[in-house]
């Protein structure tokens, strides 16, 4: 098959963790020509992706650009869409998903894939504040009534952000690493780096299969007490679980987080969230996704390939 008869699939938000696994799964199967949407053109991560084959085109995740939105998607097979994680109280998340997918159609997409998060203010009567799930929902269900096929991915707790805004810090001669969970609370956790991509792979090589279907993304179901005596296993270093669940634990651990209520508001929501209702719904399949890809990376496979020993370190959004 030439180049330019593969299927085209352009992917918003393409230097983000999401975006680089889909562009470099895509491109590395040969069955696909990719346009990667990103804000700047001449980035380390966008020439990165450049070199890897994308075609790179600037479009920032921005509300108001529905005209360049449509031109980025012309042509495309189909589309990759996310929206960025925007702090409260910002209210744009939503309406941005919306206009990106809105473009999508206009440009003539075949299919959709976009990340999604459970509505938990819908499941939660309102009683907790998770506007980074909700708002992510409520794209979800616009796309839904959209005149276009679609599917929807939702990924579990990035191991991630242990490293990159719960960073572990010393104290004497112990690593103490503060956690958003209970201790022996068991949660779903993914590497989205390496993950996203094979499922999103597997959607655009058969759409018709996964068309309105919701396709969770996992790595391990483990809880912080695990994790750490993993950690302590794979790096031999003296660690210790702290609590960053609770507000008096988050702030005692990150006290720069206070200076945005809504903010630890919304940490406090998403958590609790997940240990009262579930991170998922009950109706999904948490096997899936290792089962569709046996090398999805569990927490201990994740320590070992990152060689990630308590370090402070950044993976882009």
């Known amino acids: 098959m030439s180049t330019d008869n593969k299927p085209l699939i352009a992917v918003t938000g393409a230097t983000s963790k999401q975006g680089r696994s889909v562009v470099a799964t895509l491109l590395e199967s040969q069955r696909f020509r990719v346009r990667a949407l990103t804000r700047r053109r001449d980035s380390p991560e966008a020439l990165r992706l450049e070199k890897l084959g994308a ?79 909700t708002d992510k929902a409520r794209v979800a269900d616009h796309i839904g009534g959209l005149p276009i096929s679609h599917s929807f991915v939702m990924l579990a707790f990035f191991y991630t952000n242990l490293i990159e805004y719960y960073a572990p810090r010393m104290e004497g001669d112990t690593l103490l690493l503060p956690i958003y969970l209970p201790e022996d609370f068991r949660a779903p956790f993914v590497d989205p780096l390496t993950a996203t991509g094979p499922v999103v792979l597997e959607i655009f090589s058969n759409p018709e299969r996964y068309n309105g279907k919701t396709l969770p993304i996992v790595g391990d179901i483990i809880s912080p007490r695990e994790m750490v005596e993993t950690f302590r296993r794979v790096t031999g270093r003296k660690a210790e679980y702290r609590n960053a669940f609770t507000r008096d634990g988050l702030l005692r651990y990150f006290p720069e987080f206070a200076a945005n209520e809504f903010f630890v508001r919304e940490l406090l929501g998403m958590v609790e969230f997940a240990v009262e209702y579930g991170y998922f719904g009950k109706e999904q399949d948490l096997e899936w996704s290792r089962r569709l890809n046996p090398q999805t990376l569990n927490w201990e496979q994740f320590l070992r390939t990152t060689g990630w020993r308590g370090d402070k370190r950044s993976f882009g959004d």
């Open 55 to 133: 075609e790179i085109v600037a479009a920032p995740l921005e509300l108001g650009l529905q005209k360049e939105f449509v031109a980025a998607f012309k042509g495309a097979d189909g589309a990759f869409l996310m929206t960025p994680p925007i702090a409260p109280p910002e209210t744009t998340e939503a309406p941005l998903g919306r206009q990106l997918a809105d473009a999508a159609v206009e440009a003539g997409v075949g299919h959709i894939v976009f990340s999604t998060l459970e509505n938990v203010d819908k499941i939660t009567g309102g009683t907790k504040y998770a506007p980074h799930f």
